[in-house]
C-alpha cells in the first residue's frame, strides 16, 4: 500500500471518528437519546394502537371475529353520523368540557395564588389541595355519591339557591351538574400545582417595577401575572379538555347498579358510546370509527383553543 492510500486511510479514519464525536457531543442526539426509550413505549401503545383504530374504522369487524373483518369503506361514520344516541353523548361531552374547563382553571390560579403567599403550614395546603387528583376517582364518586343523597347538609345547602333536595346522581336534571362537580374537585389540585410552577418563574423585579409605579394589585394580576401565565393556561386547558372528553371512571362508578350512562343516559359521553358500541357489543369497527371522530373532535378544539388565546395575545 501506498504512503497516499495510509494516509487517505486514517485521514477518513479521523474525519468519521470527529463526526461520530461531534454527534455524540450535541445536545440534540443526546436528547433524542434520552427520549428513545419514552417514543418506543409511546408508538407501541398508543400511535400502534390508533393506527389499527383508524383501519378498522373502514371495515365491518366483529371483537370475536376480527379475522372475518371487511372493508366497508365510510359505512361506519355515515351511520355514526345518523345516531341521536352519538350526538347527545356529544352534547354532554361538550357540556362537561364548557362548564368545567373555566371553572376549575379559575379555582386552580386562585388556589396558586393562595399557596404561593407567604404563609404558615402552606406545604399542607398544597398537599391538601393536590390530594384529589391522585385519589382514585372511583372512590371519590363513591364519597360524594353519599353526599349528594335527598335529605344531606349538601343538597339541602344547594336547596336554599333553586336546587332541587334530590339524590342529584340520579336524577336525570342533575346527574350531567353531578360529574362537572366531580371533575372539577379532582381536577383543581392539578391546576394549581401547575400554575404556582408558573407564578415561581415570574420575575419579582417586574412585581417591584409595578409598585413604585403604583400599580394596583390588580394591575399587577392583569398585565404581569396573566399575560406571564398565558403558556401555562393554554397546556392547562388544553390537558383538562381532554380529560374532561375522557371521563369514565365516574359514571362508571354512578351507573354501577344499571346501564352505562344512567340516569336514562343523562351522563353518557363519547366515551360511553365508543364502550357500548366497541367493547360490549362488540362491533369494534364501529367503535373504533366513533375514537377516530372523537379524535377529531378533540384536536379541533385544540386548534380553536389555540388561536383565541393567540388572538386575546
Same mark, same amino acid.
Given at each position: ?103 376549575? =382553571? ?31 376517582? !372511583? ?11 335527598? #335529605? ?20 336525570? @336534571?342533575?346527574?350531567?351538574?353531578? *360529574? ?8 383543581? #389540585? ?11 418563574? !415570574? ?12 400599580? @394596583? ?7 404581569? =401575572? ?12 388544553? *390537558? ?30 363519547? *366515551? ?5 358500541? #366497541?367493547?360490549?357489543?362488540?362491533? !369494534? ?6 375514537? *377516530? ?8 378544539? =385544540? ?11
Amino acid at each position: 500500500m501506498s504512503n497516499y492510500s495510509k494516509q487517505a486511510g486514517i485521514g477518513g479514519n479521523k474525519i468519521r471518528q470527529s463526526w461520530f464525536r461531534s454527534l455524540a457531543d450535541h445536545d440534540m442526539t443526546l436528547g433524542w437519546l434520552f427520549s428513545l426509550p419514552f417514543l418506543i413505549l409511546w408508538a407501541w401503545w398508543f400511535l400502534y394502537p390508533f393506527i389499527q383504530s383508524f383501519v378498522r374504522s373502514f371495515q365491518d369487524a366483529n371483537f370475536a371475529a376480527l379475522d372475518q373483518a371487511q372493508f366497508i369503506g365510510l359505512q361506519n361514520y355515515i351511520q355514526i353520523l345518523q345516531d341521536k344516541e352519538f350526538f347527545r353523548a356529544l352534547l354532554h361531552s361538550l357540556q362537561i368540557v364548557a362548564i368545567s374547563i373555566p371553572i376549575q =382553571t379559575l379555582l386552580g390560579l386562585l388556589l396558586a395564588i393562595l399557596v404561593n403567599q407567604k404563609l404558615k403550614g402552606k406545604g399542607i395546603f398544597r398537599t391538601v389541595f393536590f390530594l384529589p387528583y391522585i385519589t382514585s376517582q !372511583i372512590a371519590i364518586t363513591t364519597v360524594f355519591m353519599m353526599l349528594f343523597k335527598k #335529605g344531606t347538609f349538601l343538597t339541602e345547602f344547594f336547596g336554599m339557591f333553586g336546587f332541587g333536595n334530590v339524590t342529584w346522581f340520579a336524577d336525570t @336534571s342533575y346527574a350531567l351538574l353531578f *360529574v362537572c362537580i366531580l371533575f372539577i374537585f379532582q381536577q383543581a #389540585g392539578f391546576t394549581m400545582i401547575v400554575y404556582l410552577s408558573g407564578l415561581q418563574e !415570574i420575575p419579582k423585579d417586574l412585581y417591584e417595577a409595578g409598585e413604585i409605579d403604583g400599580a @394596583s394589585k390588580w394591575n399587577k394580576f392583569r398585565y404581569i =401575572t396573566v399575560p406571564y401565565l398565558k403558556p401555562i393556561t393554554f397546556f392547562i386547558v388544553s *390537558v383538562s379538555t381532554i380529560a374532561g372528553f375522557q371521563i369514565y371512571d365516574q359514571i362508571a362508578a354512578i351507573s354501577r347498579y344499571g346501564a352505562l350512562g344512567s340516569p336514562a343516559g343523562a351522563t353518557s359521553t363519547v *366515551v360511553t358510546y365508543f364502550y357500548q358500541h #366497541g367493547i360490549r357489543y362488540m362491533n !369494534i369497527g364501529y367503535g373504533s370509527a366513533a375514537v *377516530v371522530l372523537f379524535f377529531i373532535i378533540i384536536m379541533l378544539i =385544540t386548534y380553536l383553543q389555540k388561536k383565541f388565546l393567540d388572538e386575546k395575545e
